[in-house]
């Protein structure tokens, strides 16, 4: 893992949460990882926890009404840590239990879902911090590795057949139904697995951003398993 991340030009290392929040990207730069190796029972955390909702989020007032083992508690003790750490740089981290996304299959020549490539916009300078601590976790994928699939001629074809609007109000449209947002990977590309317990910060498109928005996807869930995924 760690020679991947070395290996992959737009990701970064870092040792401490204060190098990773503080840390000002540059190109080609656009992901930073706190990397952690952190071998404690967050299985048996996922295991208490209730799944009301294909996405449940969990609060600190449940995660400490949990009876834990000692591996499990140290687990806790990680998870609780990270959303005081996050809280206190300004930020709102929620903690979800997740069985599934919900999957958009309105159309059959593009998805606008966590499942594909997309990239986070806001209208205010900001980062996406994300760390799965147990299931499934998610993957980036360099900018020169995919294509805007907005500008994919056989995609966009077809989005302008379902278009009734003015010509001038087309890239209007692809931006309110956040098509414009997706990509699609070129044949060869090579997405790099976030992996379990680092913490990352990816660069949203926003109108201060210095550099080109992080590339990322939700993983398809592994069959019969949960994922507990800490995001802001």
Same mark, same amino acid.
């Given at each position: 893992?760690?020679?991947?991340?070395?290996?992959?030009?737009?990701?970064?290392?870092?040792?401490?949460?204060?190098?990773? @929040?503080?840390?000002?990207?540059?190109?080609?730069?656009? @992901?930073?990882?706190?990397?952690?190796?952190?071998?404690?029972?967050?299985?048996?955390?996922?295991?208490?926890?209730?799944?009301?909702?294909?996405?449940?989020?969990?609060?600190?007032?449940?995660?400490?009404?949990?009876?834990?083992?000692?591996?499990?508690?140290?687990?806790?003790?990680?998870?609780?840590?990270?959303?005081?750490?996050?809280?206190?740089?300004? @930020?709102?981290?929620?903690?979800?239990?997740?069985?599934?996304?919900?999957?958009?299959?309105?159309?059959?020549?593009?998805?606008?879902?966590?499942?594909?490539?997309?990239?986070?916009?806001?209208?205010? @300078?900001?980062?996406?911090?994300?760390?799965?601590?147990?299931?499934?976790?998610?993957?980036?994928?360099?900018?020169?590795?995919?294509?805007?699939?907005?500008?994919?001629?056989?995609?966009?074809?077809?989005?302008?057949?379902?278009?009734?609007?003015?010509?001038?109000?087309?890239?209007?449209?692809?931006?309110?139904?956040?098509?414009?947002?997706?990509?699609?990977?070129?044949?060869?590309?090579?997405?790099?697995?976030?992996?379990?317990?680092?913490?990352?910060?990816?660069?949203?498109?926003?109108?201060?951003?210095?550099?080109?928005?992080?590339?990322?996807?939700?993983?398809?869930?592994?069959?019969?398993?949960?994922?507990?995924?800490?995001?802001?």
């Amino acid at each position: 893992m760690l020679e991947l991340i070395h290996s992959y030009p737009q990701a970064k290392l870092v040792n401490t949460f204060q190098a990773l @929040a503080n840390e000002v990207f540059e190109d080609p730069v656009n @992901a930073l990882c706190w990397y952690r190796h952190l071998d404690f029972n967050f299985e048996e955390i996922v295991r208490k926890l209730t799944l009301i909702e294909d996405i449940t989020e969990i609060t600190i007032a449940q995660l400490e009404q949990l009876k834990l083992s000692d591996s499990a508690s140290k687990a806790r003790d990680i998870i609780l840590n990270d959303i005081m750490l996050l809280t206190e740089l300004g @930020a709102s981290p929620s903690l979800n239990l997740i069985k599934e996304y919900q999957r958009d299959e309105e159309l059959d020549f593009i998805s606008t879902d966590v499942y594909s490539f997309h990239v986070d916009r806001s209208p205010l @300078a900001t980062d996406t911090y994300l760390c799965t601590y147990y299931g499934a976790a998610s993957d980036i994928i360099s900018n020169d590795q995919v294509e805007q699939k907005i500008h994919i001629p056989e995609i966009r074809q077809k989005i302008k057949s379902l278009f009734d609007g003015e010509d001038h109000e087309f890239e209007d449209f692809l931006e309110e139904t956040y098509m414009d947002l997706h990509y699609q990977p070129k044949n060869g590309a090579a997405p790099l697995n976030l992996g379990i317990g680092h913490l990352w910060r990816l660069a949203v498109d926003h109108p201060d951003q210095k550099v080109l928005p992080c590339i990322h996807r939700a993983p398809k869930e592994n069959a019969g398993e949960l994922r507990l995924l800490l995001i802001c």
